[in-house]
């Protein structure tokens, strides 16, 4: 059977969402010959917005949370389209939309541009972890099937996904009303050499995109014989894969057991069952399993605990969410009570503006919380895992839903974490400490040069160590990939072991490629908050001298497209704005010798913290 493909269609008002939809079903031939019949008017072609009327009427009667569906096939693939609506007030609808996809389409009107809607379907669409973005450039007959508005838009919009954790992005320019790019490719823009939008969307690679590494079951249902003694858990696999045999753990109780047999659809026996698919398994032995509990690996557990950190859509027209209010919250199969602690920031998703001190959150707003559950969870990080990770919160009473939610991960419940005084004052320790930082395009020379400083500083009885970015990578990083949601949080951790290592009176030289501004920005503020010399130092060297020396050729993979996200070749970085040493080539020694004359000049200077 031909995969399945989900996508979510995004766009503002008249950007022309329902006459792509239509003329992806029109061109594909998709449509019924009676309703083909219907839609055609004589003599002046389909009307292909008309297609889609059934699911527009759907709306205006009334769905609030779920969004219309349409089906159709080619001979490569199946596709579902969750076709979400483009007004801000439907906000709620991408988001329940979007949840599932495997890929976003995102419309922009050629002759109007970057809209804030776009920004906002951008935003959701990288919030909710949606593995790919289409953004089709629509009306480019009334754009004069012009090459540099669609440069323009794609760089715009390129600028804006840089800050998002946007894994793919595909631009493609189109005329939904001629047919240009949509099914056919278009004889009018002979300056774009990718593919037509459907054979985009049959080729996309969406295999790995599940997670068949952690396996997770939530039991939905308990199946018994009448007479045979038959004991079974249904339920849909999130992640992993399960065989009989596979040693099992069963959660909350934490009983240990092994797969007796797996089960399809019609009670077909499986030799195996992964991700998506929905089985009954027998389990060996006689637990106490019911609906709520989570089999898992004993080797690879999801997280547990009550405190929780978490990203929310509220999509209730009333109330609005305030903290202190308890809320029932359903997680896979299971549900508990929870309380929101706090709100901690509400987010603008046009301007990615963060207001850190709302009082509330109303319709379609979308902001942080953390919130306390009256019973562990068993959870895992959404961006690790859509199923485990994401959650529903509902009215107590009406069992209404109220917000859909994104786990962040384990939140520290407040007033538990004081800071514990030191006996040591900085003053008392044996040297002062800082942190030099240097940063610059993958294979810029900034490892060559951080080891001769850290060889010329131990040589001159200053106490250091080299925090490099590739061995952090193998430990203390090591959960973390390139996104950039990743990279800010693989900079926030080096930052804060190099403010420890400062604050025990070493210097800290960190050799990472760090490519955003305001990710570097964010550890010289921590540092000086701490009282603490931050050395921000740019080894600025051009990216074709990078790749012509690079020895782990990952610029000629990136390049080849072997790897995505590279930062100098397809994803940006941002040289620091005032950094204190800027490095253009040159000996790497002398280099070395002129951060250690900056590090000694200033060893003075940093404003002891008792």
């Not at 300056?191 to 997770?216: C, K, M």
């Not at 508990?336 to 301007?351: E, K, S």
């Not at 990952?554 to 970085?573: C, H, N, Q």
Request: with cysteine; net charge negative; glycine share 10%.
């Amino acid at each position: 059977m031909p995969e399945l493909l989900r996508l979510a269609t995004a766009g503002s008002v008249d950007d022309g969402k329902s006459t792509l939809i239509g003329r992806l079903l029109f061109d594909s031939k998709n449509i019924l010959t009676d309703h083909l019949e219907a839609i055609e008017r004589a003599g002046d072609g389909p009307d292909l917005a008309a297609l889609t009327d059934g699911l527009r009427a759907e709306r205006e009667q009334g769905i609030t949370i779920d969004v219309a569906h349409r089906y159709f096939a080619t001979p490569r693939r199946r596709f579902v389209i969750a076709d979400t609506p483009g007004h801000v007030q439907y906000t709620r609808n991408m988001v329940t939309g979007a949840s599932t996809a495997n890929l976003a389409l995102i419309l922009v009107d050629a002759t109007k541009g970057l809209v804030e809607q776009s920004r906002r379907h951008a935003f959701i669409a990288a919030l909710l972890g949606v593995p790919h973005l289409v953004v089709c450039v629509n009306k480019m007959d009334l754009a004069g099937w012009s090459a540099e508005v669609f440069d323009r838009i794609r760089a715009e919009f390129s600028d804006f996904a840089s800050r998002l954790d946007v894994h793919d992005l595909v631009f493609i320019p189109v005329s939904a009303l001629h047919g240009d790019n949509v099914v056919h490719r278009s004889t009018e823009m002979p300056w774009y050499d990718g593919l037509p939008l459907l054979t985009h969307l049959e080729q996309v690679h969406i295999a790995s995109d599940r997670n068949l590494i952690d396996a997770r079951l939530p039991v939905q249902h308990v199946l018994r014989g009448v007479d045979d003694g038959f004991r079974g858990y249904a339920g849909t696999i999130a992640s992993g894969t399960f065989r009989p045999g596979d040693e099992i753990m069963v959660l909350p109780s934490g009983a240990l057991t092994t797969v007796r047999d797996l089960h399809g659809p019609g009670g077909k026996p499986l030799s195996e069952a992964v991700a998506e698919q929905a089985v009954v398994v027998r389990l060996d032995g006689e637990l106490d399993v019911g609906r709520g509990a989570l089999i898992c690996r004993p080797g690879n557990r999801p997280q547990t605990g009550r405190d929780l950190d978490a990203m929310v859509c509220w999509l209730a027209e009333r109330p609005d969410l305030r903290p202190g209010t308890t809320y029932l919250l359903r997680h896979t199969t299971a549900e508990t009570r929870a309380v929101v602690t706090t709100l901690d920031y509400r987010m603008d998703v046009n301007t990615l503006h963060r207001d850190e001190q709302p009082d509330s959150l109303s319709l379609n707003e979308i902001g942080r919380i953390r919130l306390t559950t009256h019973t562990p969870l068993h959870f895992d990080p959404y961006r690790r895992n859509r199923h485990t990770g994401g959650f529903i919160l509902l009215d107590e009473t009406s069992g209404s839903t109220l917000a859909a939610g994104l786990i962040l991960g384990p939140a520290l419940a407040a007033g538990n974490v004081v800071r514990h005084p030191a006996a040591v004052s900085r003053e008392q320790r044996a040297s002062l400490g800082a942190t030099v930082w240097l940063t610059g395009l993958p294979a810029a020379g900034k490892s060559t040069i951080a080891s001769e400083l850290e060889r010329l500083l131990t040589a001159a009885g200053r106490p250091c160590y080299l925090l490099d970015g590739d061995n952090l990578r193998h430990g203390l990083t090591s959960d973390l990939g390139f996104a950039p949601g990743d990279r800010a949080e693989n900079v926030r951790r080096v930052g804060e072991v190099a403010k420890l290592f400062a604050d025990a009176g070493l210097i800290a030289i960190v050799s990472l490629v760090s490519p955003y501004r305001r990710d570097r920005d964010q550890v010289r503020s921590t540092h000086e908050a701490a009282g603490l010399p931050f050395h921000e130092i740019h080894v600025d060297t051009p990216v074709d001298v990078c790749a012509a020396r690079d020895p782990k050729g990952l610029y000629a993979k990136a390049r080849a497209g072997e790897i995505t996200g590279f930062t100098g070749v397809d994803a940006p970085y941002e040289p620091p704005g005032a950094p204190e040493v800027v490095l253009r080539g040159g000996d790497p020694t002398v280099a070395a010798a002129e951060i250690a004359g900056l590090v000694s000049e200033t060893r003075n200077s940093a404003i002891p913290r008792n």
